[in-house]
Every structure is written in structure tokens, then in C-alpha cells.
């Protein structure tokens, strides 16, 4: 068993019998009375985020999880298909743990997917993915001035506010955690 001070973004935790992962924490020592942790627990199977304070040096069950990488392979209707680059052996993710993060997954990625022994609990994202803009209004330029955006359509089915210059068949960067325009790569 581990105590508060073992808490670290990431994290996965039983709490309330279902697996928590730490989103955010902060150890708060107030002027008077004993020290707290204050968290922000997200709920890894139905995906709600909660508040939650504990007091310091309070006993918590952590989780070990293992992770592995594994190359997306295809959507069927009701999963994701994933394969482990090692034994090649294939697996299927369900598509309410992967939510609307198949946007940002093509045929072919690497993504790591977290394990709780043989269960897969959840899958990471890189920061920011490299996507291809298949529908957009011609780009225009010189009109960058008013930071006025366009909507595009990325190859994966995501739509999102991109800037006028930006044209069909660009190759973009968008971050995965905000789901906005980064930067363009090539055009």
C-alpha cells in the first residue's frame, strides 16, 4: 500500500472500487490544521473526472500497469483492431475506451495501450499527430492578420478551425488534448 505523497499525474488508483487515473493533484499545507492532497480523479471506464481531497498520508491501493505499443490496424463495428509489433498477435480495443480519440489515430500508428494484467484500461496519445487536410475552402493569403479561421476536414474525419493559408492535401499538426491547429508541416 502507498500513501499521498506516492500520488504523481498518471497515476492509476482503486478508488470507490473503479480504476482512477490522476489528472491533476496539489499538496495544500494550510496555515492551521493538517496537510491535504486535493486531486482530480478521472474515471478510466466511464471517463467522468471527479474532485477528491485526501488527507495527507492517507493509505491508497495504486494500480501497476503495464504498458505496450501496438501499430492500428482497422475500425470493425463494434472495435478497434490493434496489433503488438512483437508477436504480431492482434487485439481489440472497444470503442467506448477509445471515445473521440479515434480522430486522431490512422491505419498504421503506433499507440501505446495501458494493461491492468490482461485488461486494457486505456490508450496514450502522443502529444500532437501529424494529419492531412482533405476538405477546405481555398486557402487565401495575406488575410492572416485578423486571425480569422476556416473549417477543415482532416483525413481521420476531424473537423477543426484552421487558418485561411491552409489548403487541401496540407499535412498539419494538431494537438491531441485540445483538438486545435498546431502548425503546418508541408503543403
Known sequence: MATTADIKNGSILLHKNARMKV???????PGKGPAFVRTKLKNIKTGKIID???????KLEFLRVTSK???YLYQDTDS??????????QIEVSHSLIEDNHYYIKEGDNIEI????DEIININLPPKVELKVVETDPGLR???????TKPAKMETGL?????LFI?????LKIDTKSGHYSERLKS
Open 167 to 171: 489548403n487541401e492535401g496540407d499535412i
Open 114 to 117: 495501458l494493461f491492468d494484467g
Open 159 to 163: 473537423e477543426l478551425q484552421v487558418p
Open 23 to 29: 489528472v491533476e493533484f496539489q499538496h495544500v499545507k
Open 142 to 148: 495575406g488575410n492572416t492578420a485578423t486571425n480569422a
Open 80 to 89: 478497434y483492431i490493434f496489433m503488438d509489433n512483437d508477436t504480431f498477435n
Open 52 to 58: 477528491e481531497t485526501f488527507n495527507s498520508g492517507v
Open 69 to 71: 505499443r501496438f501499430q
